[in-house]
């Protein structure tokens, strides 16, 4: 980019962007910042929907009436998000004469990615508070970020994201603070969905960038679309939560992980990045069965939609 | 598969009857049914509000981007209190030493 003779545009464009001005969709913006909002927001978007399965799992099986409605209203807030979502990604692809069907054949063909936690199996209850507790914590720690994204519309949807999130953080804290508080096979259940999660949550932020940052990350962070890179928002996530879960007499399965006191840097065990990489190429444990159920469910919604369209096409 | 023929609604909120209706987002529906029904799912499932309000995105009318830089005003402290701040001062000073009738220096009897 920087040999390339700037356009006005650009550089007007980089002059908003200096001065803390957000961009609107029908804003000028270079065609690559386009691409780069796109590929997030529509990754976003895909992972609420996806995220919404692996909990609904436990909606018919939640163990009270109560539990069973905040978890029903939690399943509805992610699909929401990715009601939100979309339409942001939505507005960004519409002079490709691009819309949501694109976004969900990409989802199908596996094309377009979603995160890693949603491929992950849910067997007990405890899945389900660690997801509402530390795997919401977190994309509030990524989404917080985002807050302050240079594109306005993915900050503003991302502004009532966040709210909800703090509920579904408290359900699920909620849900660990009971079992551990429970009998030795509540507080074994809780342990045990902890070590099957936790590689999983490392992964969440993407691997560490060891001092190199990437070309796309380094322009997504002049263009301010993000400010942290995937190994800060991981620490931020240790620092956060490593001393609760030990305070709940909880194991991290990782005896590397310690805090140097004096920088206050994380150490910990890598978690396997080439595994990172199967599973949200669809290679995880649930990745096929949750794909299936949602291509399933969208074509046999396909009358509805065609039903309620503005033409009202014959079914 | 068919193209949808969906259009996108902005959807307006009032919180109570005192305020105004506030933009909240938007939500791509085939009637104007369709998309209050969505807005109150998408937006309202734990907030109230007294009223809302869904328009078709194509039916605003907004000011291009340049005119919105125009936006930035410069300050203009004679249309607003900030330059009458000092007469609170005076106000007290007055309580305190009352003008006489037809001016002048303060009087020393105030009560009379």
Redesign the interface.
């Known amino acids: 980019m920087a040999d390339e003779v700037m356009s006005d545009q650009e550089a007007y464009f980089l002059e908003r962007i200096d001065r803390g001005d957000r961009i ?1 969709a ?3 913006m270079p065609e690559e910042y386009r691409n780069q909002l796109v590929r997030l927001i529509a990754m976003h978007a895909v992972s609420e929907i996806m995220g919404a399965l692996p909990e609904k799992e436990w909606v018919p099986r939640a163990p009270t009436l109560y539990r069973r409605l905040a978890i029903t ?1 939690k399943v ?2 992610e699909v ?1 998000h990715g ?2 979502l979309i ?1 942001v990604a ?2 960004l692809m519409r002079p490709w004469g691009k ?3 694109d976004i969900m054949s990409d989802l199908f063909s596996g094309r377009l990615k979603y995160h890693n936690v949603f491929h992950m199996a849910t067997p007990t209850w405890a899945d389900a508070g660690i997801i509402g507790w530390l795997v919401d914590g977190a994309a509030v720690i990524t989404q917080g970020m985002s807050l302050t994204c240079s594109y306005a519309p993915y900050a ?2 991302l502004q ?1 994201i966040v709210e ?1 999130e703090g509920f579904h953080i408290q359900h699920g804290e909620s849900i660990c603070m009971a079992l551990a508080e429970g009998t030795p096979m509540q507080r074994a259940m809780l342990q045990d969905a902890l070590n099957r999660w936790w590689p999983a949550l490392l992964m969440f932020f993407g691997p560490p960038e060891k001092s190199q940052l990437s070309t796309n990350q380094l322009r997504n962070i002049r263009w301010r679309i993000r400010s942290k890179t995937n190994e800060e928002l991981r620490q931020r996530f240790f620092t956060k939560y490593v001393h609760r879960i030990w305070s709940l007499g909880l194991t991290i399965p990782d005896p590397t992980l310690r805090q140097d006191p004096e920088t206050k840097e994380w150490t910990y065990q890598q978690p396997d990045w080439n595994e990172f990489r199967a599973i949200v190429n669809n290679q995880g444990p649930r990745s096929v069965a949750r794909l299936g159920l949602r291509s399933t469910t969208y074509a046999e919604g ?1 009358w509805v ?2 039903m ?6 014959a079914v | 598969m068919a193209h949808l023929d969906f259009d996108v609604y902005e959807v307006f909120a009032q919180p109570d009857s005192m305020s105004p209706h506030v933009h909240v987002f938007n939500v791509l529906a085939s009637s104007p049914d369709m998309a209050l029904a969505l807005a109150e799912e998408n937006f309202f499932r734990r907030e109230s509000y007294t009223n809302l309000w869904v328009v078709r995105r194509d039916h605003i009318h907004q000011l291009g981007f340049k005119d919105r830089d125009g936006f930035q005003k410069t300050v203009k402290s004679y249309r607003t209190t900030d330059d009458y701040k000092y007469l609170r001062d005076k106000w007290r000073y007055y309580r305190e030493h009352p003008m006489r009738p037809g001016g002048g220096e303060a009087s020393e009897r105030v009560d009379d």
């Open positions: 609107e029908e804003d000028w209203a509805q807030d929401g009601q939100l339409r939505e507005d819309n949501r069907e503003r949807a009532r909800e396909e939609r065609a309620i369209s503005r033409s009202s096409m």
